[in-house]
Structure formats: structure tokens, C-alpha cells
């Protein structure tokens, strides 16, 4: 028997066998059902989070009416004796969002605040959103407290949480993992109270011309967050900076839900109050670790007392020049000048 019959007997008796037809054809679907099943699921899962993140897009609309994220390398804004100056910076993505709403409705109430987002730009765009508007709602409503501070101090922690609660649901739900930091300051009746969650920072320049810090950075390595983590099961470890887990350099932080479900990252804030008649202010820097990560408390606020007649009050100088230093995050600061007395919408840019 030639070479050529061995190879035409064994390709009829083996190859081409009923038996090894229908065991191919298992195996062709098999493979097609493991490769392919996980990428339409991630798909899937994928349309679905971007369904329901433009719903609740167009249920919430944003107070900050003129501002356009996508596509943008920097951003300003100037309310009465407010400006803020923000730019993406060296970062692929502008994760920072921030409001202000000064003199609400004549209530010589004002509040303002930065949000420094990780993981993506979801968490704090919602928080920005629904915090602010919360919060509005509530300030506007008759109180029969006799303390203020107390009494904003309880509505700033409430609010807080009551918001991380609903990011973590959607999260849940959407499977984002996004987090973000939060830096709140409320003036009501010449009393300061400012909440912070994370990392961002705030700073007043007294009458004096000293630094005040108005909060303090929740950070991995610190005695009192790291015991807090470790009595949790989780771990701080160096990976550039101190991070929780290995992941995250604050941890303190809304959303981040992967790291809730243990509590090794909590949203509780950290509450001060401060008497502006007391202190008879200057300014008022708020900012994200973008500007941090280059300047020192008194640093930032020597540069801006060197520039409060610019017309963001020194804000644009300040991030132009953190990023100069080499600063690699986003970068917002808002400065609030209080020489300057409440004045309505006095201009508003977006360029």
C-alpha cells in the first residue's frame, strides 16, 4: 500500500469519522462560548453603566451652568469674591469638579467646595451635584437652632454620608469604582465651618497675615488611619506614596466602594468651625493635592497675598505656577476673598 492510501485510509477512518466531526464541532463551540461570553458581558455591562449614568445626567443638572468638562484643558469661574482657576494638567483625564454658590438666595449664606476625583470621573461629578443641592435645600429651610456651628456641623456630617451612601449603591449596581475626596466650606452669619473628606485642602490668611489650616489630610500613614485600617483586616503599603491596600493615597473618600465593603477607606468627615469676626480674614484657599503636592500652607498663601488684586484673586497664578513646579495631578484652587464684601454674580468666565 502506497504512502498516499495509508494518508487517505487514515484521513476517512479518523479525521473524518462522524466521531471526530461532532467531537470539533464541541470543541469549536466550546472555545467560541468562553472566548466571547466575557466580552459581552463587559460590554453589556459597560452600555448599561453608560445608560444609566446619562439618565441620572439629565436628572441632575449642574449649578455650575457654563461649564463644559469634556474636552478641556482648563476651566475658571468668578462669583462676587470668589474665582476659582482649575487645569487638567499633566493628568489624561480632569477628574477635579468644583462649586460655589455665593449669598444663596440673601441668606448671606455662602458655600463652596472641591472635589478631587480617582478612578474615574464619576463619583465626583455626582457628589459635586448632589451634595451642593442637598445641601442648598437644606440651609434654606427655617432652623430654630440657637447654635449655628452645631447646627451646620450636623448637617454637613448627614450630608456627607447620606451621599457616599447613594454613590456606593450605584456603584454597586454599575460597577464603577471611582471615588473622590471632599472639601466643603460653609459662611453663614460670619461663622466658617469646613468638612473635609480626603486629601484636598483649605487654608485662610488671617488679619494678621497667618496661615490657618482649615482641615487636615486623611492620609494611609498616618497613626489614627493606619490602626484604623489594620483593625479592619486591611494593610498600608509604599508604592510611590503610602497607599490603602496598595491602591489608594487617602483614606478617607466617597465612593471607592471595593474598599468599603470592608471599611478599609470610610467617608466620615472632619468638622472645624472658625469665628470671622475673630479672625477678620483676608482670603480663603481651597484646593485639590494637585496645588499640595507643590506648595506648603504658607507658601500658597504668602503667593496669594502677593496677588489679590489679579482678577482671579490669585488663583490662576497659583495653578500656573504649581504646574511649573512639576505638579502632576489636576490642579484647582478657588480663592475667596473676604476684603471684598458680598456682590451677587459679579462675572462668571468659561473659556
Given at each position: 500500500?502506497?504512502?498516499?492510501?495509508?494518508?487517505?485510509?487514515?484521513?476517512?477512518?479518523?479525521?473524518?469519522?462522524?466521531?471526530?466531526?461532532?467531537?470539533?464541532?464541541?470543541?469549536?463551540?466550546?472555545?467560541?462560548?468562553?472566548?466571547?461570553?466575557?466580552?459581552?458581558?463587559?460590554?453589556?455591562?459597560?452600555?448599561?453603566?453608560?445608560?444609566?449614568?446619562?439618565?441620572?445626567?439629565?436628572?441632575?443638572?449642574?449649578?455650575?451652568?457654563?461649564?463644559?468638562?469634556?474636552?478641556?484643558?482648563?476651566?475658571?469661574?468668578?462669583?462676587?469674591?470668589?474665582?476659582?482657576?482649575?487645569?487638567?494638567?499633566?493628568?489624561?483625564?480632569?477628574?477635579?469638579?468644583?462649586?460655589?454658590?455665593?449669598?444663596?438666595?440673601?441668606?448671606?449664606?455662602?458655600?463652596?467646595?472641591?472635589?478631587?476625583?480617582?478612578?474615574?470621573?464619576?463619583?465626583?461629578?455626582?457628589?459635586?451635584?448632589?451634595?451642593?443641592?442637598?445641601?442648598?435645600?437644606?440651609?434654606?429651610?427655617?432652623?430654630?437652632?440657637?447654635?449655628?456651628?452645631?447646627?451646620?456641623?450636623?448637617?454637613?456630617?448627614?450630608?456627607?454620608?447620606?451621599?457616599?451612601?447613594?454613590?456606593?449603591?450605584?456603584?454597586?449596581?454599575?460597577?464603577?469604582?471611582?471615588?473622590?475626596?471632599?472639601?466643603?466650606?460653609?459662611?453663614?452669619?460670619?461663622?466658617?465651618?469646613?468638612?473635609?473628606?480626603?486629601?484636598?485642602?483649605?487654608?485662610?490668611?488671617?488679619?494678621?497675615?497667618?496661615?490657618?489650616?482649615?482641615?487636615?489630610?486623611?492620609?494611609?500613614?498616618?497613626?489614627?488611619?493606619?490602626?484604623?485600617?489594620?483593625?479592619?483586616?486591611?494593610?498600608?503599603?509604599?508604592?510611590?506614596?503610602?497607599?490603602?491596600?496598595?491602591?489608594?493615597?487617602?483614606?478617607?473618600?466617597?465612593?471607592?466602594?471595593?474598599?468599603?465593603?470592608?471599611?478599609?477607606v470610610i467617608a466620615d468627615p472632619d468638622i472645624l468651625t472658625f469665628d470671622l469676626n475673630e479672625l477678620q480674614p483676608e482670603f480663603m484657599i481651597l484646593a485639590s493635592d494637585g496645588l499640595w503636592d507643590c506648595f506648603s500652607n504658607?507658601?500658597?498663601?504668602?503667593?496669594?497675598?502677593?496677588?489679590?488684586?489679579?482678577?482671579?484673586?490669585?488663583?490662576?497664578?497659583?495653578?500656573?505656577?504649581?504646574?511649573?513646579?512639576?505638579?502632576?495631578?489636576?490642579?484647582?484652587?478657588?480663592?475667596?476673598?473676604?476684603?471684598?464684601?458680598?456682590?451677587?454674580?459679579?462675572?462668571?468666565?468659561?473659556?
Amino acid at each position: 500500500m502506497t504512502f498516499v492510501a495509508h494518508i487517505s485510509k487514515f484521513t476517512r477512518r479518523y479525521i473524518l469519522s462522524p466521531e471526530s466531526i461532532i467531537c470539533f464541532v464541541l470543541i469549536i463551540i466550546i472555545y467560541n462560548t468562553f472566548h466571547h461570553v466575557k466580552p459581552l458581558w463587559n460590554y453589556w455591562q459597560r452600555a448599561k453603566f453608560h445608560l444609566q449614568r446619562r439618565s441620572r445626567e439629565e436628572e441632575t443638572n449642574s449649578d455650575i451652568d457654563n461649564i463644559t468638562w469634556k474636552d478641556r484643558s482648563s476651566w475658571e469661574m468668578m462669583k462676587g469674591n470668589a474665582a476659582m482657576f482649575a487645569i487638567q494638567g499633566r493628568r489624561p483625564h480632569m477628574e477635579d469638579r468644583f462649586n460655589m454658590v455665593n449669598d444663596l438666595e440673601g441668606t448671606r449664606t455662602s458655600l463652596y467646595g472641591i472635589f478631587d476625583g480617582h478612578g474615574g470621573e464619576f463619583a465626583a461629578e455626582f457628589v459635586e451635584k448632589t451634595i451642593f443641592k442637598e445641601l442648598m435645600v437644606r440651609l434654606l429651610r427655617p432652623s430654630t437652632e440657637d447654635n449655628i456651628s452645631d447646627n451646620l456641623t450636623q448637617i454637613l456630617a448627614e450630608e456627607v454620608l447620606s451621599v457616599d451612601s447613594r454613590l456606593l449603591d450605584i456603584e454597586r449596581n454599575s460597577f464603577d469604582i471611582s471615588g473622590t475626596t471632599a472639601l466643603i466650606a460653609i459662611v453663614r452669619d460670619r461663622m466658617l465651618t469646613v468638612a473635609n473628606v480626603g486629601d484636598s485642602r483649605g487654608v485662610i490668611c488671617d488679619k494678621n497675615g497667618k496661615t490657618i489650616p482649615l482641615s487636615f489630610d486623611h492620609k494611609p500613614q498616618q497613626v489614627k488611619e493606619r490602626r484604623r485600617i489594620k483593625e479592619a483586616g486591611g494593610f498600608v503599603s509604599f508604592n510611590g506614596v503610602w497607599r490603602v491596600a496598595g491602591v489608594l493615597a487617602t483614606s478617607r473618600a466617597l465612593g471607592d466602594y471595593p474598599l468599603k465593603e470592608k471599611n478599609l477607606v470610610i467617608a466620615d468627615p472632619d468638622i472645624l468651625t472658625f469665628d470671622l469676626n475673630e479672625l477678620q480674614p483676608e482670603f480663603m484657599i481651597l484646593a485639590s493635592d494637585g496645588l499640595w503636592d507643590c506648595f506648603s500652607n504658607e507658601d500658597a498663601v504668602d503667593y496669594v497675598r502677593e496677588r489679590l488684586d489679579e482678577p482671579h484673586f490669585g488663583a490662576k497664578s497659583l495653578v500656573l505656577q504649581a504646574y511649573y513646579r512639576g505638579s502632576l495631578d489636576n490642579i484647582t484652587v478657588m480663592v475667596v476673598n473676604f476684603k471684598q464684601s458680598y456682590l451677587g454674580i459679579a462675572k462668571k468666565e468659561d473659556r
